[in-house]
């Protein structure tokens, strides 16, 4: 990933700077604290109740992180922290194992999975003597080489300087002051990190307008669609859940779909014809993942305006991973901190996905367990394969355009010509040419379908 911005000149490289692209080998660490702090670094406070993950898949994830930017992990090791350290998280003696580890490997990067505090950061590069990054900052790393919008470029830029930011600490030799005033008068100055701080702020600030005059034009996009007025539907859920491959299978557009995390991250946008008729807009949105930096929310919340706006929201969940229901529970978090209820079952359609990957007895068994009295049970398809798709399309067309209703329609000589547009939106049961040249027709047909029909044909 390239800078995010100019350095600042005259000092050494700070701890928030991105990873060369040539940096290959990494050393990735999981600690997993079985005491947790009453906060994060973000302020999110970690006493409300959560579903635990299990350390293996923590550990899979932090190892398909860094293969999400072409890192060799040449070492990785979940490490128990039962009292964090405020220097530097670990304990010293497991560092000193892992500097040892680092040196033998040849490693030039240590991915610690956990948010660090800058001077955790700092001093985990001082004995480690490797470049370390927390979980905020390999995700960044990825969002930044996964941006091709303009506006996903911005949004990446501008929490990547805002995570920055908090980062210039003191760890470098010119903290002299700076002469200030004219000529060789006038006041101290600023130190250098004062300096630093202001061309970062002076950055943000940029960004921020450029950003707003891209939001102002997405709203224009999203004024001119309303204006035609095809529903939207959002497909949402963790990294890697198959949004883009389920977005590919029902649209028939070429998004890239990978086993990788963060494969898509800026929105994708196509208009998608239902079984009955009723056309609708589906959106590909960018993957949720645990832990998600607020900040990093915060950028993208003009995207992700795009899941707020949605007429239904479409929540793939991977099924045959074990740790589907903690993931299930981040992706309703972050839903409801845009004011999303995942519960409210008449917008958010739960869509088990990857079916195919579990046995007979197992998708029984799933399936049985997802059917609870007080919501609609779950939809389970294979995007891969294309099993369940048809029930998911007639649910997404009930759920826009009401439930299909029976009618019996005459068609007189002269209003054959419609008959093909009633094939096209509606099921026939069953048709019957009369003797005087007219159709009758048994259908099946939303009420927006028919309501239609009938203004395309003057009847009442």
Known sequence: MSETGDKPRGRKAGPAEAVPESTGRAVVVVPVLTRHPRTDEGGDSLSRPRLSRSPQARHDEAVGLALAIDLEPVHTEIVTVADPRPATLIGSGKIEDLAAVVAEKKAELVIVDHPLTPVQQRNLEKELKAKVLDRTGIILEIFGRRARTKEGSLQVELAHLNYQKGRLV???????????????????????????????????????????????????????????????????????????????????????????????????????????????????????ISDLPTHLVAAFRATLEEVVEADLVLHLRDISDPDTAAQAEDVERILGDLGVDASDSRHVIEVWNKIDLLEEGTRHRLLEEGRAPDKEPPIAISAVTGEGISQLLDLMEARISGALTLATIVLAPEQLGSIDWLYRNAAIQSRKDNDDGSVTLELRATPAALAEFNAKVGQK
Request: charged share 30%; proline share 4%.
């Open 170 to 288: 003191r760890s470098w030799t010119h903290l002299e002051r700076q002469r200030g005033g004219a000529g060789f008068l006038g006041g101290p100055g600023e130190t250098q990190i004062e300096a630093d701080r202001r061309i970062l702020q002076e950055k943000i600030l940029r960004l921020k307008r450029e950003l707003e005059t891209v939001k102002r034009t997405r709203e224009l996009h999203r004024a001119k669609r309303k204006k035609v007025p095809y529903p939207i539907v959002a497909i949402v859920g963790y990294t890697n859940a198959g949004k883009s491959t389920l977005f590919n299978r029902l649209t028939g557009a070429g998004v890239l779909a990978e086993d990788m995390l963060f494969a898509t991250l800026d929105p994708t946008l196509r208009r998608v014809r239902l079984p009955h008729g009723t056309i609708v807009i589906l959106s590909d949105t960018v993957g949720f």
